[in-house]
């Protein structure tokens, strides 16, 4: 698409990694004064994308042009000095350095061959008063929320004369309020003629900002179409690379297992709470029932999990495992109960990536029995056989490092971990993020399958498709509290939206 | 005994393979240019030559070697290995001449075997619950916390010796460095003993997979139940007490204890040998390659005193050989390396 | 930059307080403590320890470690010795290569940390090691230093009031002071160092030149650490490859009881001053208590160390459990801000 006004054009561009090929042949462009959503799953290429563009990645074949001329960042220091900058979706400041001043770190103004704090100072405080911020920008930026981070993040790479502004979901932390401030911004950036490209996960979103949309899928480029040209239903479609009804492929009617209210209760929590995590909060989980755990990002769910594993400790409440009090003071504690936790963040706290599939899988075992009594390489053989089987892993050999499979197997060599050691709670936190359509499907299927067994699952997830396909109650949280319980004949996605929704009009 | 497949993994034979052609070729070096290299002599019942030379001198580095290797692969380091030898030996030759340091040349009351042995051990042990403590529940990183010790150790040393080298005889703590037992010297026999124990406790019972996972992920170990802050501590105490018994074999080898000089530098052979046998920082550990690490700077410092040069001066090369192993397993280095030859190739073709 | 009373400040306000109890208690104790002479005196018997502390500075700011510090010390102070006594080279062209030779040395060790992203501790453990070997490589024994231009150096200085002299090793390291203080303030090199140590990948991701900023702390530490050891031969007029064995314990510590965080990223030249101070007010304590082994010295550093870890600690915690809470209220921050 050659056009006058296009300030960056990216053709035929690829990258690879050892073993992915992470970009093949993508073209992209983007005109002034446009805001151009790239919308694709996790793994499609979206980020490597943005990264080959601000040179933290270098380019294996493909032209990138600028104004019509080749450009190369050879390094994340050139992209801002040609007028690409960047705002990443974790917030990229340094905590500890003041709001000024991380506003202009490698750019101070100097004076006398020193950098001069005064007019530093009263620069950023010009500057950040254009978003509609009135802060004490002599702080450390680490004294102030997320939100305000992630605009102080904006404003730092407005600072530099920006042609283009890349955000990369730069909306996932922020609430409904927070969100609409950031599009006016970005709004009146796009009427200075500003070309912005903008990567995120919410629908919703894209459509109430953006101009044009790119769809990636596993590294290559899928369409580029216009906002109005796209239903929503179409854009999922390409996304997704398949129509929406094969999607579905969970065992219907397989949700009734999930439902066994009448069940001995495995677990009562009673006003447990956590300040700074989650307010206090009553909830039951039933053998072989599956609890949904439904909120947005950072409503507490993660810290609900935390808590019922002794991660966290808890402040105030009681809980009773099996109508007995107990004390859950570490993760081992709540192991010995017979809880086990899968994690939300799969690489920093689930697998061990640097030992093999066998080890992973018989460590929570092995834990649990003891040092000195080492299963026999028989038996860990007999069991890791097993859950290979059993779960469908795919790698080469039990002996393979965890590290080198993908992120779904890897999910399944941690679930694998918990069922090796025979738990009857399983705290399930996120775990089909990032993985593929098929395996999420494979886990949700698993999930079904041990409730049916008897076990008691906590079932937490962004995709409310997939907590309303797999759970026999959802808790809704919102903000840090628990706001609602929706029993099983209640749940559809309008009632936890409304749930959801409910107190922020509060 | 059954045998594990597992065990020998191709993996575990390939990081061996390079620290074993070099030993190789220190050792053809020393063939060709050091007559008499592999003689074995039979004397009284007692094995002599070069090779057991080798051995002999270098069980303390084996051992610490053995120690260290634990920590290491937790993620963590100990530098105050010399300082515990150093404590070690002070103690031991204190409570063989209480009164030496006030001047008092005779000898008290014959002090039995097991309190010269046990006391420094117990004492060794109690540096490595600081270490461990320090590391694991206060969250020091290992590199600040035992150089604490390493500093201060030394100091607690010379305070116990008084600034003095303590010398003495007491026959059956000589036998401990100057000994023989079934033929061999017994600093030997004691490495042995280290390393079957060491194997029986980490590849027979599950805590060598347990350091290795504390090692490699911390965090994920303590969501599956592994106590990994306890498993710290127990190796911060186990190479403590393999330091120990090092320091125990210097000063009944040399009949002294020296405050200042026991154990000096003998960190960094550790942590050379350790490097070279290809253990990981935080996971994969191997004692054996440590062993073979251990040999190869023995025996690089053996040849290098043989060739007449200042023992001092083995620090040059032993620095050298650490940094040059861990430039050939960065990754950064393969790649860069890699990089710059594929880019010769295509300009040469 | 304003200094703030928060949480942060606490380990400085912590050290000066430390500071003047200790000299507080030996004024009660000994007569003569409380002296200018004493006082400057610190500043001459420490200061190539303070050197190098201000170097150390900025190395555990960035979020790095450097034991290679009390070896390179005894490297370039045989070095000159040798060149000076041996070779017959005016001390002059001797000290300029000693220098040259530091930064150089630094330099290579921070290629080798930033290049093949190897652990600062394993590089630079194998620097201390290096330039102990090659201190030993020079000589095995002390050699004296006898050279006019040193001694003129020795004897340069100024006449502060009738019994205090101020000698040039003593304005060298309040310059090296002056010095790192305006490097950490007023500078972009400076600031970038807090902002590796705060967060190194977001570093990265500003745009922040990390590798050179890192390269070029490492080299102005080595060459500190040569101007230390050139201070070192002037006090001592001599080369010794033994000298200032555990030195870098002493100067890890004055940094962190000056209030630089371990972790990186936060930190105060100014801080690293008083640190060095009282470090040598311990030992002047020692000194004047007379019956006390030199040993308690390492023992005193070594316990003062580790009291302000955990003070670092304890407050660190602290301070992130305010965070957590900050992030909770949100809401209310939002609420102040629209």
Not at chain 3, 245 to 257: N, W
Request: glycine fraction near 10%; charge should be neutral.
């Amino acid at each position: 698409m050659p056009t006058t006004d296009a300030i960056l054009e990216v053709r035929g561009l690829s990258k690879t990694f050892p073993g992915v090929k992470a970009l093949q042949d993508v073209d992209f462009t983007l005109k002034k004064g446009e805001i151009h959503a790239l919308m694709g799953q996790n793994g499609a290429g979206k980020s490597t994308l943005i990264k080959v563009i601000t040179g933290l990645y270098k380019k294996d074949g493909g032209e990138m042009l600028l104004d019509g001329k080749p450009f190369e960042c050879d390094s994340p220091e050139e992209a801002p000095k040609i007028g690409i900058s960047t705002v990443y979706q974790e917030v990229n400041l340094i905590p500890n350095l003041s709001v000024a001043e991380n506003i202009y770190l490698g750019r101070q103004p100097m004076r006398f061959g020193a950098i001069d704090w005064k007019t530093l100072n009263r620069n950023a405080a010009e500057a950040i008063k254009k978003l509609d911020l009135d802060i004490d920008v002599t702080q450390p930026v680490s004294s102030y929320s997320i939100a305000i981070q992630q605009l102080v993040a904006i404003t730092r790479a407005l600072d530099v004369k920006a042609r283009i502004l890349i955000l990369d979901e730069p909306t996932s932390s922020l609430d409904a309020a927070e969100t609409a401030r950031l599009f006016d911004v970005l709004r009146k950036l796009k009427s200075e003629g500003i070309g912005i490209v903008f990567v995120t996960h919410f629908l919703g979103q894209v459509y109430d900002i953006s101009d044009v949309i790119t769809v990636l899928r596993n590294g290559r480029l899928v369409g580029v179409k216009s906002v109005d040209e796209l239903p929503r239903l179409a854009l999922i479609e390409m996304m997704l690379g398949k129509s929406a009804d094969e999607v579905e492929c969970v065992e219907k009617g397989a949700g009734e297992a999930g439902d066994a209210v009448d069940a001995e209760c495995f677990l009562r929590v009673q006003g447990l709470g956590r300040r700074g995590a989650i307010r206090p909060f009553d909830m039951e989980i039933h053998k072989g029932e599956v609890l949904g755990l439904a909120g947005l990002l950072g409503s507490g769910r993660t810290e609900i999990a935390r808590l019922l594993f002794g991660v966290d400790k808890a402040q105030e409440g009681r809980i009773f495992v099996k109508g007995q009090e107990a004390r859950l003071t570490s993760p081992r504690k709540a192991i010995s109960l017979g809880f086990a936790l899968c994690p939300e963040d799969r690489k920093s706290e689930g697998i061990i990536a640097d030992l093999t599939v066998r080890e992973n899988i018989v460590l929570a075992l092995q834990a649990r029995t003891g040092i000195f009594r080492r299963l026999s390489p028989k038996k860990q053989e007999e069991i890791v056989d097993r859950y290979i089987k059993a779960l469908d892993i795919k790698t080469s050999s039990p002996e393979q490092k965890v590290g080198d499979l993908s992120g779904g197997n890897q999910q399944k060599v941690i679930v694998a971990r918990w069922l090796a050691s025979n738990p009857d709670f399983l705290i399930l936190d996120e775990p089909t993020r990032g993985i593929d359509v098929g395996a999420k499907a494979e886990i949700e299927n698993l999930i079904l399958h041990l409730s049916r067994e008897g076990m008691a699952v906590l079932f937490i997830s962004s995709e409310l498709a997939e907590v309303i396909e797999c759970s026999g109650r959802v808790a809704v949280l919102r903000d840090r509290v628990k706001v609602a319980e929706l029993p099983r004949e209640a749940i559809n996605e309008s009632n936890i939206m409304k749930a959801i929704a409910q107190t922020e009009g509060q | 005994m059954s045998f594990n497949p597992a065990c020998l993994k191709n993996e575990n034979l390939g990081k061996l393979v390079w620290p074993l052609v070099a030993l190789f070729a220190i050792v053809v070096f020393n063939v060709i240019f050091t007559p008499g290299f592999f003689n074995l002599e039979i004397k009284d019942g007692r094995l002599f030559g070069s090779l057991i030379d080798i051995l002999n001198r270098g069980a303390p580095v084996m051992l610490v070697s053995i120690g260290m290797t634990v920590v290491y692969a937790t993620g963590g380091i100990d530098l105050s290995v010399g300082a515990v030898i150093a404590i070690a030996g002070a103690v031991a030759a204190t409570i063989i001449r209480p009164d030496y340091v006030k001047g008092v040349i005779e000898y008290g009351e014959m002090a039995p075997l097991v309190t010269v042995i046990g006391v420094p051990l117990l004492l060794a042990l109690l540096a490595g619950l600081w270490n461990g403590a320090l590391v694991a529940y206060v969250g020091i990183q290992p590199i600040i916390a035992t150089l604490i010790l390493m500093v201060a150790g030394r100091g607690i040393a010379q305070l116990i010796t008084e600034g003095k080298i303590v010398v003495f005889i007491h026959e059956p703590f000589q036998f401990i460095g100057g000994g023989f037992l079934l033929g061999l010297p017994v600093p030997i026999v004691i490495v042995a003993v280290m390393l079957l124990v060491t194997y029986l406790l980490t590849r027979k019972t599950a805590l060598g997979l347990f350091i290795e996972a504390v090692g490699a992920n911390p965090k994920a170990s303590q969501y599956m139940g592994i106590r990994a802050q306890l498993i710290k501590i127990a190796t911060y105490m186990f190479c403590a007490l393999c330091a120990g018994i090092a320091g125990l074999i210097i000063c009944s080898d040399i009949k002294a204890a020296d405050a200042n000089n026991a154990g000096l530098f003998l960190e960094l052979d550790a942590i050379a040998a350790v490097i070279i046998g290809g253990t990981m920082w935080g996971g994969r550990f191997t004692v054996a390659g440590s062993m073979i690490g251990a040999l190869i700077i023995q025996t690089l410092t053996t040849t290098i005193l043989t060739r007449g040069i200042a023992p001092e001066v083995t620090l040059v090369f032993k620095a050298l050989v650490i940094i040059c192993v861990a430039l050939i397993q960065s990754e950064a280095f393969r790649k860069i390396l890699t990089g710059r030859l594929a880019k010769t190739e295509a300009g040469q073709s | 930059m304003k200094i703030r009373l928060n949480q942060k400040n606490i380990p400085l306000l912590a050290t000066i307080a430390v500071f003047f109890l200790i000299y507080a208690a030996g004024s009660f104790l000994y007569p003569g403590f409380f002296s200018l002479r004493v006082f400057v005196n610190l500043f001459i018997d420490n200061a190539f320890v303070g050197i190098i502390a201000v170097g150390m500075t900025f190395v555990i700011i960035s979020g790095e470690i450097d034991l290679s510090v009390g070896s390179v010390v005894a490297f370039v102070g045989v070095l000159i010795a040798t060149l000076v006594q041996d070779y017959n080279m005016h001390p002059l062209p001797a000290i300029l290569l000693c220098l040259v030779l530091g930064a150089a040395f630094g330099c290579a060790m921070g290629c080798l940390i930033h290049f093949f992203k190897l652990p600062s501790f394993l590089v630079t453990l194998v620097g201390m090691f290096l330039a102990r070997g090659l201190a030993f490589l020079l000589s095995l024994n002390s050699i004296p230093i006898k050279h006019d231009f040193f001694e003129a150096l020795t004897d340069f200085g100024f006449q502060l009031t009738r019994k205090v002299w101020i000698p040039s090793i003593a304005i060298l390291f309040v310059a090296v002071v002056l010095l790192g203080v305006f490097l950490s303030h007023f500078t972009r090199f400076g600031r970038n160092a807090y902002a590796i140590g705060g967060n190194q990948q977001s570093a990265i991701l500003m745009g922040l030149p990390v590798g050179k900023t890192k390269i070029l702390i490492f080299t102005l530490d080595g060459a500190l650490c040569a101007l230390a050891g050139i201070v070192y031969s002037l006090y001592t007029m001599s080369g010794y490859p033994l000298a200032c064995v555990g030195l870098e314990l002493d100067v890890i510590a004055a940094v962190v009881i000056g209030g630089t965080l371990l972790t990186g990223g936060v930190g105060y030249v100014e801080g690293t001053l008083i640190g060095v101070l009282i470090l040598g007010l311990i030992q002047t304590f020692i000194t004047f208590q007379g019956t006390l082994s030199s040993w308690w010295t390492k023992i005193a550093v070594g316990v003062l160390l580790f009291v302000f870890i955990l003070l670092q600690r304890y407050l660190s915690s602290a301070y992130s459990g305010r965070e957590a809470r900050g992030r909770d209220g949100k809401k209310a921050a939002q609420a102040e801000a629209a």
